[in-house]
């Protein structure tokens, strides 16, 4: 499997600027990663925007939308074989969801130190693996270790993703085993 990683969804795509659905509005309350979730479900059911979103057979594609509570918020194209490696969101909470074809996350469900260190052994048994159709999703707190992949060999996957605060760095990490090292933390100014 191929896996495509580039730099980020923070770069956006020419002519990235899409509407946010009607119902989203501004807060001046920080948006909880239950809200996230809402609002990540609500966009991925409007067809016109994901439609709308160009796909390219050799990478990812994704597009900037205005998320609830001045939260950063993208739909995102999967091409076949496509995923993003091992990462964090920091100190952001977040919510993705499926809005055509399957993703597959591979989670730690454990916390894990958020720094001062380059190299962790994992306990057995905090690995999840969940398989994400269309309408599903899920919200997560901060620190969360994750990578997301679409599997299919033949069918494009499309997802919405939230994030608040707006990502402050994320921190890629390569997996051999039980072992997890810390490989890069890029920050927004990488991605501009």
């Known amino acids: 499997m191929s896996v495509s990683t580039p730099a980020s969804p923070l770069a956006p795509a020419p002519g990235s600027a899409a509407a946010p659905p009607a119902s989203a509005s501004a807060r001046s309350a920080a948006p909880t990663a239950a809200e996230l979730l809402d609002f990540v479900r609500r966009s991925a059911a409007d ?4 439609a709308s979103l160009p796909l390219d057979p050799e990478g990812r594609t994704w597009v900037r939308l205005a998320g609830p509570g001045g939260s950063e918020a993208w739909l ?9 490696g091992w990462h964090d969101h920091a100190e952001s909470v977040g919510a993705f969801l499926t809005a055509a074809g399957t993703l597959k996350e591979n989670s730690l469900a454990a916390r894990l130190p958020t ?3 380059k190299t962790l052994e994992l306990s057995e048994g905090i690995d999840r693996e969940r398989e994400l159709g269309v ?6 707190g901060r620190n969360h270790v994750h990578e997301v992949l679409n599997e299919s060999t033949t069918e494009h996957a499309i997802s919405v993703h ?3 605060p707006p990502l402050p760095r994320i921190r ?10 810390l490989e890069s933390v890029e920050r ?4 501009q």
Request: net charge negative.
């Open 47 to 50: 067809t016109e925007l994901v």
């Open 76 to 84: 995102i194209g999967w091409p076949p074989g496509s995923g993003t």
């Open 115 to 117: 720094d001062g260190w």
């Open 135 to 140: 309408g599903e999703g899920r919200a997560f």
């Open 162 to 164: 939230a994030y608040y």
């Open 172 to 181: 890629r990490y390569s997996r051999t085993g039980e072992v997890l090292r």
């Open 188 to 191: 927004p100014e990488d991605w």
